[in-house]
């Protein structure tokens, strides 16, 4: 989309539906900007007048293509994980921004992934809400709960020989142990299941860990890019890449990348250094300024 250059106010990184409803009920003037990838790197762009969206655009980085409008903002809502820049505006920049962006204009509310609920909801819709959210992410990274089979291997592999291990293989021997059973025996001594916090930690953990790879990576191919380019005058623009230990610090740090480019141009011709630029911008999503 066209839109007005302005101050970024901040980052947030998170589900896109949460993000977006904070600035629904603010009554935001501005814009954000959504980083994410599924299929390729993707850049988002959404308008916002008094809390409403108005209008809305995905650009995918390496097929050159893009879904505007109603499309593009309910594919925004099924992220899970995207990382968000928020840039305000007066009333009247969003309001020239809307007219320069009619192709993008939003005319269908959204749906959600999870039906909104009433302000006081009731417990059984909040669990049913939670179960959904999580069973999503859960499908999404392949994570399954340990079965009552894998426990108790685990169980039997801990303890070896012991009263224990004895009790379980009477057990077995005598008949399959029912789910009752299995609780008294784990309960017996002091062996938990784990629990909904535990799985929702190792989710976590595996997105952490998975961002943090393809972070390192993304570094690493920048670091490459520009050293292949410019060679030695790139020392100072490998040192600000290498700076970064995450991708919002790397978005924060773009115009201080730019201009140790741009400060090359009495060693180096300005066209290649534009193309630079452009591969840099095309890597990250995002324009350097």
Do not use: H, W
Not at 104 to 132: L, N
Not at 163 to 173: F, G, N
Not at 232 to 243: G, Q, W
Request: charged fraction near 35%.
């Amino acid at each position: 989309m066209i839109l007005p250059k302005t101050k970024l106010e901040k980052i947030e990184k998170g589900k896109f539906e949460k993000i977006v409803d904070t600035l629904v009920s603010s009554k935001y003037n501005g814009y954000i900007k959504v980083a994410f990838k599924k299929s390729e790197l993707c850049s988002g762009e959404v308008l916002f007048g008094s809390g409403k969206i108005l209008a809305a655009e995905i650009m995918r980085i390496k097929s050159k293509s893009s879904v505007y409008g109603d499309a593009a903002i309910s594919e925004l809502f099924t992220l899970d994980n995207c990382i968000v820049e928020i840039y305000p505006l007066d009333s009247e920049q969003v309001k020239k921004a809307l007219e320069m962006n009619q192709i993008a204009i939003v005319k269908v509310e959204p749906k959600r992934i999870v039906e909104e609920v009433s302000s006081t909801p009731d417990t059984t819709t909040v669990e049913r809400a939670q179960k959904i959210d999580r069973e999503q992410i859960m499908n999404k990274y392949g994570i399954t709960p340990p079965s009552n089979g894998e426990i108790k291997k685990i169980i039997q592999n801990s303890i070896g020989n012991s009263e224990l291990a004895l009790e379980i293989e009477e057990s077995l021997k005598a008949s399959k142990p029912t789910n009752e059973e299995q609780e008294k025996i784990l309960k017996k001594y002091g062996i938990k299941k784990p629990n909904e916090e535990e799985i929702e930690f190792l989710i976590s953990s595996a997105l952490g860990a998975e961002e943090e790879v393809d972070f390192n990576k993304l570094k690493k191919e920048l670091i490459e890019l520009v050293t292949s380019k410019i060679g030695k005058p790139s020392k100072k623009t490998v040192s600000i890449i290498e700076s970064c230990n995450s991708y919002e610090e790397l978005l924060e740090k773009r115009e201080e990348l730019e201009k140790s480019l741009r400060s090359l141009v009495m060693f180096i011709p300005r066209e290649k250094i534009n193309m630079l630029i452009a591969e840099i911008e095309e890597k990250i999503g995002r324009k350097l300024s």
